[in-house]
Every structure is written in C-alpha cells, then in structure tokens.
C-alpha cells in the first residue's frame, strides 16, 4: 500500500512542483565545482567553522554507532527476546524530553555552553557500554544519550 502512495505522490510532485532557484542577485556564474573550491576555501580559513564541522561529524558518527548497535547490547543471548518496539518508544520519548530540556536550558545558559555540556553527557553515556556489560546498564547510558 505504501509502495502506491509513494509512486501517485512522485508522479503528483514531479507533474505539479516547480523548480525553486531562488533569487538570481549575483551576475556573476559560478560553476558548482567552483562553489565547492570557495566553500572548501572558506572552511580551511576560519578555523571555528571547520571545528564546527568536525564536532558535527563526529558526533554524527557516534549517533549512527548507536542507532546500530542499541538492539545488540540491549538482547541477552541467553535470555528472551526484549520488546524491541517498546524500547523504541521508550527512547523517543527521552529524546522528546530532551527536545524539551534543550528549550528550558537554552533559556538560562548560552547555546555554546548547552552544546558542550551535551558532549559531555554523550561522551558519558557512550563510555558506559564500553565499561559495563549489564544490559539495563547499557539501556540507561543509551537513554541517557537520547536525552
């Protein structure tokens, strides 16, 4: 069924949807590769943006870490199967919560310090798996980083 929607929604798009190209204020043409040599230039001259963008990376990187690997550390082998979907939810909702805090805290701190404060916290929670092989152990480091 899904399959349908998603082909009569593609066809409805691809016939009705304009192209948006935006505002055409610069005179000046630029080829996409040149754009990408500016934008890479920019990056290599100012040491905040590409610091920026390797926090962002990295932590990005430990997000997919985590999105792969929470059903393996959370199953026992011996053990029955845990309710996979429950625990899903469980983890939405902390990451709602934190949603929530992140809106609260900004209020009171500057958004640089929040930022921080959260590496922290998610260096935390992803050090707990690597130091513990109880499984509630580990589900409470990943809710913990979830928030």
């Known amino acids: 069924v899904s399959i349908c929607c998603l082909i009569a929604c593609g066809l409805l798009i691809s016939s009705t949807w304009t192209e948006n190209y935006g505002e055409q204020q610069s005179a ?12 890479g230039q920019i990056v290599l001259d100012s040491p905040d943006i590409l610091c920026c963008g390797i926090v962002c990376s990295l932590f990005e990187a430990s997000m997919f870490i985590f999105v792969f690997q929470w059903t393996p550390l959370v199953t026992d082998p011996v053990g029955p ?12 909702v902390a990451c709602m919560l934190g949603s929530r805090l992140f809106s609260l805290a900004t209020q009171f701190m500057k958004v640089e310090r929040v930022g921080q404060g959260l ?3 998610a260096l ?24």
């Open 28 to 39: 000046v043409k630029t080829t996409q590769i040149e754009a990408i040599k500016e934008a």
């Open 81 to 92: 199967k845990p309710p996979y979907g429950t625990i899903f939810a469980v983890f939405m």
């Open 119 to 121: 590496l922290a916290i």
């Open 124 to 147: 935390f929670a992803h050090a707990i798996p690597v130091l513990s092989t109880d499984n509630t152990t580990c589900f409470l480091a990943f809710l913990l980083f979830e928030l």
